[in-house]
Structures are given as structure tokens and as C-alpha cells.
């Protein structure tokens, strides 16, 4: 643990220059993504909104509150899976990235209701089961 006092004495080393970051930028945004993740994707979205008849059963009962993402937020969701990967050494997003990345993106989207929360439900628990269920790993 670093303190206040601390950080006026740390050094830095940069890893990367300016342009090494562009140029990343410029990558992940050429990493090719499957047609099925991106199928999961979109269907990993509506089975967390409450209006859709195959939604998860937390979310029918009206239990979570959904602002829904919309295109914008898929398109974040995939670029997010190509830097993941770019990350990892890996040429393309895979199912580990979505599942890895499913909390943090969609998490601040769902609201549980108070009744939902008085019954113990979690929206992490929530995303994961749904995320599991249509990437096939659960």
C-alpha cells in the first residue's frame, strides 16, 4: 500500500509511448469478431431486459430494472472483447472475454428493486447466469 506521502517519491516507467497506444487503438478495432458472438452479445442484452419473453426470470418477475443499452453499448461491448484480446496475445474476442468484461459493462445498467434485493438476488449473479447460459458455459 502506497501512501499520500509516498507518491511524491514514486517513479513511473512508461510502458508505451503515445503512438504505441493509437496504434493499439487502430488493432483492436481490426480484430475480427464472429458472427455468433456477436449474436450472443445481442441476446445476452435481451434476456436482461424485462420486456422480452425469453428474459431471465429475475428479471420477469420484476425484479430488476433495466436502462436499456441499445446498439451503442453492443458496439462498445465488442470493441471492449477486441482490446481484451489484444490484451491476452489472442487474434480475436472469444466467449472468456465476454464473460469477463459482462459484469463491469452491463452491471450499471440493471437496478434491483427492493423486493428483489430483500430475496437475496444480485445483479452479478444475475449477469452471470445469463451471460453462462447463452455463451454455453454453464
Not at 512508461?14 to 496504434?23: A, G, I, K, R
Not at 452479445?41 to 418477475?61: F, G, K, M, N, R
Not at 430494472?65 to 496475445?89: C, E, H, S, T
Request: charged letters at 30%; one cysteine or more; proline letters at 5%.
Amino acid at each position: 500500500i502506497i501512501t499520500s506521502a509516498e507518491y511524491e517519491n514514486l517513479a513511473l516507467e512508461s510502458v508505451m509511448t503515445p503512438e504505441d497506444v493509437l496504434e493499439a487503438q487502430k488493432l483492436a478495432t481490426r480484430l475480427p469478431v464472429e458472427d455468433e458472438l456477436n449474436d450472443q452479445i445481442t441476446d445476452i442484452a435481451y434476456d436482461l431486459c424485462p420486456d422480452d419473453p425469453e428474459s431471465d426470470i429475475d428479471v420477469q418477475d420484476g425484479g430488476v430494472n433495466w436502462y436499456p443499452a441499445g446498439a451503442r453499448a453492443q458496439k462498445a461491448f465488442v470493441l471492449a472483447a477486441r482490446a481484451l484480446a489484444l490484451i491476452d496475445g489472442e487474434y480475436a474476442p472469444t466467449a472468456k472475454h465476454i464473460k469477463e468484461l459482462s459484469r463491469p459493462i452491463l452491471g450499471h445498467r440493471l437496478r434491483l428493486s427492493y423486493g428483489a434485493q430483500a430475496k437475496g438476488k444480485d445483479t452479478g449473479q444475475i449477469i452471470d447466469r445469463v451471460v453462462d447460459r447463452r455463451l454455453g458455459l454453464g
